[in-house]
């Protein structure tokens, strides 16, 4: 990354470092051509320190030079990963690649892996447009995560929280679709199907008997034997974790003259317990699209080795002759007209002129440019190594504003900038987000916010001596941190709504904090609503 886009990286690094839960164990890797780590053994504890150390890196943090490495970096955070709590890796990645495959495999050996134990997941974001869809879907799919993208004129920091958001969410588990009722099996397991042409001889009740759960295709108009044709074929076959701000989608292929039931039924275990939604079937206008959508989700998971061919009757996993692979995904080609590694299409242009005027024709030649970044332009990757060693020299006397009163350090904000910069005359009339970005130094780890003039400025006063005369003198709490941190809690949401998004798990934990204080939720929220009130007094006033 360079230019802008290494800015907007360092700003929304920062916001998601503030907004981390007090509880938490977190570490920075930078990846290029080699890796280098801000906590060299491990993730460690989220504290004042480590906050620090944390928001110098980010502030400081300018373009690298060299290549894409991902698969090294991201094989040390699996194996290095603590064997006590979950783990979610959230990788940031701007570039193209050339062994995404490799990267995904292992991702997915990694989740595998730690299926039994505390689990680990894996989420994407690709930054610009010149990311590798291929493995930011791929890696995002093969650790139970989500991706997203985000274009050069996005609020980057919005789907970094997003990101976090779901990350920090406890993941609903054992989902299980219902497609079809009970009522479609008879007495011996089998299922009940209108009549339809085929081979066999029918039963005496008018329905043709089908075995369950068999491994076969019913694409394959080569089946010689039309019992073997599975009833339903669900994609993805393992249901991914849902997040929010995300789309499930998963599609189902119904053996010829099956029907889904009226209500889709999807089912799941919660920390609360477990959940249940009822999707009603909706009609669409008779096409292909959503078969050959279905069809290429079928043709990559066949590819990824997570299609219902690779699972026994008994849910473990299998292994798949090539043969049958090639073959699924050639039928599957075929049927829907989709290019795959086994079938290409070649179009041939009919005119009604005849052969020889084709052959006169002018053929008009565009040259469209790569969206792939040229590396040509970039130095020796031997400074990448000097650029970390630089990094690995940090000390904690080089990060600017460091405390001067006599407070412990984990009662001073950290706040890394000169200490005149929010010398304002007044509030913007519409902050930006660069607004939150200032506030939010001010805040404490733990989700405190300390009154200094500097915050005091930010929020529209001369000064705290006057933030003191106007708010503490009518507030029925005592804590001034209390006092302050719920004032820029209702400033936030009063004047910032746009970007409630971003700073929302930063007020989150603010008002954690105050709760830790003793403070019912009932006297938090008519303190914010009268907090509220006065500042839209005192922007009417002003």
């Known amino acids: 990354m360079e230019g802008p886009k290494i800015q907007r990286t360092s700003e929304a690094l920062t916001l998601f470092l503030r907004s981390l839960p007090k509880d938490c164990y977190f570490n920075i890797i930078l990846f290029s051509s080699s890796y280098k780590l801000l906590f060299p053994d491990k993730s460690t504890r989220y504290n004042h320190d480590s906050l620090r150390k944390a928001l110098f890196h980010a502030k400081y943090l300018y373009a690298d030079i060299g290549g894409t490495d991902i698969l090294t970096p991201l094989d040390w955070v699996c194996r290095n990963a603590r064997s006590d709590v979950s783990t979610t890796v959230l990788l940031l990645t701007d570039g193209e690649m050339t062994n995404a495959s490799m990267v995904i495999e292992q991702t997915k050996k990694y989740v595998r892996d730690r299926t039994h134990s505390h689990g680990l997941r894996v989420f994407t974001l690709g930054v610009g447009n010149a990311v590798s869809h291929n493995l930011v879907d791929g890696v995002a799919r093969m650790g139970r995560g989500f991706s997203q993208y985000v274009g050069e004129t996005e609020r980057l920091e919005k789907k970094i929280m997003e990101m976090l958001k779901n990350a920090l969410q406890p993941p609903i588990t054992d989902y299980n679709v219902t497609w079809m009722t009970e009522d479609d099996d008879d007495d011996d397991g089998h299922i009940k199907l209108p009549k339809i042409p085929m081979t066999e001889e029918d039963d005496d009740d008018g329905y043709i008997k089908l075995p369950k759960k068999q491994k076969l295709s019913f ?104 043969q049958t692979k090639s073959c699924e995904i050639t039928m599957m080609g075929l049927r829907f007209s989709l290019v795959t590694n086994y079938t290409s299409f070649i179009a041939i242009d009919k005119h009604l002129d005849g052969v020889e005027s084709y052959h006169q024709k002018t053929i008009l030649q565009v040259n469209i440019p790569s969206a792939t970044p040229n590396y040509s332009r970039y130095q020796s990757q031997s400074q990448s190594v000097n650029y970390f060693a630089r990094f690995g020299e940090f000390r904690d006397d080089e990060c600017r504003g460091a405390p001067t009163k006599k407070r412990s350090l984990e009662e001073e904000p950290i706040a890394l900038g000169s200490t005149n910069k929010y010398m304002c005359k007044e509030i913007p009339k519409t902050p930006g987000i660069q607004y939150i970005f200032k506030i939010i130094e001010f805040q404490l780890f733990n989700g405190c916010f300390k009154i200094v003039d500097d915050l005091a400025i930010l929020l529209g006063f001369k000064g705290s001596k006057e933030f003191r005369e106007h708010i503490f003198r009518n507030m029925i ?23 409630r998004c971003e700073y929302e798990l930063v007020v989150k934990k603010a008002l954690l904090w105050v709760e830790k204080q003793g403070i019912e939720k009932k006297t938090i929220d008519t303190l914010i609503a009268e907090i509220k009130e006065f500042i839209r007094l005192r922007k009417r006033d002003i």
Do not use: W
């Open 219 to 322: 694409f394959n108009n080569n089946n010689n034997n039309n019992n073997n044709i599975p009833i339903v074929r669900q994609l993805p076959h393992n249901i991914p974790v849902i997040f929010a701000h995300s789309t499930l989608m998963v599609y189902c292929f119904f053996a010829p003259g099956k029907r889904p039931c009226g209500k889709i039924v999807l089912e799941g275990q919660s920390n609360d317990g477990p959940m249940k939604v009822e999707i009603d079937i909706e009609k669409v206008d008779p096409g292909a699209l959503i078969h050959t959508l279905a069809a290429q989700r079928l043709i990559t998971d066949i590819e990824e080795a997570t299609s219902y061919l690779h699972y026994d009757d008994s849910g473990r996993p299998k292994q798949l002759a090539v």
């Open 477 to 499: 709490i005592l804590n001034d941190d209390v006092r302050t941190t719920l004032y820029v809690v209702a400033f936030m949401h009063e004047r910032m709504t746009e970007f």
